[in-house]
């Protein structure tokens, strides 16, 4: 049974799969307490994720926000971009984390790419599970889901790798709206 922590900025849920979800990273750093060793560190095999993971994503995410009566949001390549970087950088650590090895969070990683964002949000997990899983997992905890309903966020992207263990799933989900609009 999951077990939800209660944290300002992020919320982590543990069963097995472990999950975090966070709107903004820590103003003074990286949140320690919500940086999890998952798995050995070693070389990974990173790529872009499937149009059908891309797909799997946008439905699920627009189904929940279509129950609460919200838009849907687009999927956007950059932020996908961004979301299998950060789920490669996790996985190559075998740490499931909202900070990167070069970045604090989900903003300063979607600013080094171009993308100028208004708003950003980020699910983050790991497990030995596949996508439909972890948007399930995404879609039934409180924290996760108060990203994906945050009512300004107008886009989405997902990306994921397997750790050095060759079991290990990191998975990176950025919910954004660009600056401007």
């Given at each position: 049974m999951?077990?939800?922590?209660?944290?300002p900025?992020?919320?982590?849920?543990?069963?097995?799969?472990l999950?975090?979800?966070?709107?903004?990273?820590?103003?003074a750093?990286?949140?320690?307490?919500?940086?999890?060793?998952?798995?050995?560190?070693?070389?990974?095999?990173?790529?872009?994720?499937?149009?059908?993971?891309?797909r799997?994503?946008?439905?699920?995410?627009?189904r929940?926000?279509?129950?609460?009566?919200?838009?849907?949001?687009?999927a956007?390549?950059?932020?996908?971009?961004?979301?299998?970087?950060?789920?490669?950088?996790?996985a190559?650590?075998?740490?499931?984390?909202?900070?990167?090895?070069?970045?604090?969070?989900?903003?300063?990683?979607?600013k080094a790419?171009?993308?100028?964002?208004?708003?950003?949000?980020?699910?983050?997990?790991?497990?030995?599970?596949?996508?439909?899983?972890?948007?399930?997992?995404?879609?039934?905890?409180?924290?996760?889901?108060?990203?994906?309903?945050?009512?300004?966020?107008?886009q989405?992207?997902?990306?994921?790798?397997?750790?050095?263990?060759?079991?290990?799933?990191?998975?990176?989900?950025?919910?954004?709206?660009?600056?401007?609009?």
């Amino acid at each position: 049974m999951p077990h939800e922590i209660p944290h300002p900025a992020c919320t982590a849920v543990a069963a097995c799969l472990l999950l975090a979800a966070c709107t903004a990273p820590p103003s003074a750093g990286p949140d320690k307490a919500y940086d999890v060793q998952v798995s050995a560190p070693g070389l990974v095999e990173c790529s872009a994720p499937s149009p059908q993971v891309v797909r799997s994503g946008l439905s699920a995410t627009n189904r929940a926000r279509s129950q609460a009566g919200l838009p849907a949001v687009q999927a956007n390549a950059l932020l996908s971009q961004a979301a299998a970087a950060h789920a490669c950088d996790m996985a190559q650590r075998g740490r499931m984390s909202h900070a990167g090895s070069r970045s604090s969070g989900p903003a300063q990683r979607l600013k080094a790419l171009g993308y100028a964002p208004r708003i950003t949000a980020e699910n983050i997990a790991a497990g030995p599970y596949g996508a439909d899983q972890v948007l399930g997992e995404w879609n039934s905890s409180s924290g996760h889901l108060a990203n994906i309903l945050i009512p300004q966020v107008r886009q989405f992207g997902i990306g994921h790798a397997t750790g050095a263990d060759g079991r290990t799933r990191f998975w990176s989900a950025v919910y954004a709206a660009p600056a401007g609009r």
